[in-house]
């Protein structure tokens, strides 16, 4: 139990285009997810906090007009990343939160070219 | 504020001994604490967690950590390394009061034959 998909995996995209990355809570529902970013050979870094049916909450020094988080369902929640740039290649990571425990998924490794 | 500091980045051990990887951390109350696992490009998983109930912990895959509250340490050990132990570890710390969690910086354990 407490599966938490994301999708897609990996992804490329050009610069100056926008990327989609999905998190689902597959088998409970989950109205609290987070995503982080995660540079090479570093540790996890919290983006934000997304809330279902509310505004997401942003780590200070994450700008919330390029990730644009949107939980709009208890299974699911999306990071857009607007106008990618070089710079934003990372790999991002969800959570979902049930019973005050925070369930991972898989990642996924944005590349811009 | 809680923070979290693993003092070793890279541990090497050969196949069959001990490994220790060293965690302190700091927090204001009663923290909980976990340790998780990453292998390459994957997500996270959890290895053991303490919440304030015995202060010696049983995870997964042999593995287990000690809550030392005098020493504000978590350290999480293995009596026997095996080659698949190979991977990046981080402890973990609950942020608040509320579900938020904050990384320590990592630890690639490497196991030779």
């Known amino acids: 139990g407490a599966v938490v998909s994301q999708h897609p995996s990996w992804v490329i995209c050009k610069s100056g285009t926008s990327v989609k990355i999905e998190c689902r809570s597959l088998?409970?529902?989950?109205?609290?997810m987070f995503w982080y970013r995660q540079f090479p050979k570093q540790s996890l870094m919290l983006m934000a906090t997304?809330?279902?049916?509310?505004?997401?909450?942003?780590e200070q020094g994450v700008e919330k007009d390029k990730f644009l988080i949107n939980h709009a369902s208890l299974t699911l929640s999306t990071l857009t990343v607007t106008s990618a740039h070089p710079e934003d290649s990372s790999f991002y990571i969800c959570s979902a939160v049930l019973s005050y425990e925070q369930y991972f998924g898989p990642g996924t490794r944005l590349t811009v070219t | 504020a809680q923070s979290v500091t693993q003092l070793d980045s890279h541990v090497s051990v050969s196949e069959g001994t001990p490994v220790l990887l060293r965690c302190n951390y700091s927090s204001s109350y009663s923290p909980s604490l976990f340790w998780y696992v990453q292998h390459p490009n994957k997500g996270l998983q959890l290895l053991l967690k303490?919440?304030?109930?015995?202060?010696l912990v049983k995870g997964i895959n042999g593995f287990e950590a000690e809550f030392k509250k005098s020493e504000t340490s978590f350290h999480l050990t293995k009596p026997s390394a095996h080659m698949s132990d190979a991977a990046e570890y981080f402890c973990?710390?609950?942020?608040?009061?509320?579900?938020?969690?904050?990384f320590g910086g990592g630890t690639r354990l490497m196991v030779k034959p």
């Open positions: 088998d409970f529902q989950a109205t609290t």
């Open positions: 997304s809330n279902e049916g509310s505004k997401a909450t942003y």
């Open positions: 973990v710390v609950t942020r608040g009061a509320g579900n938020m969690l904050t």
């Open positions: 303490y919440t304030s109930a015995a202060t």
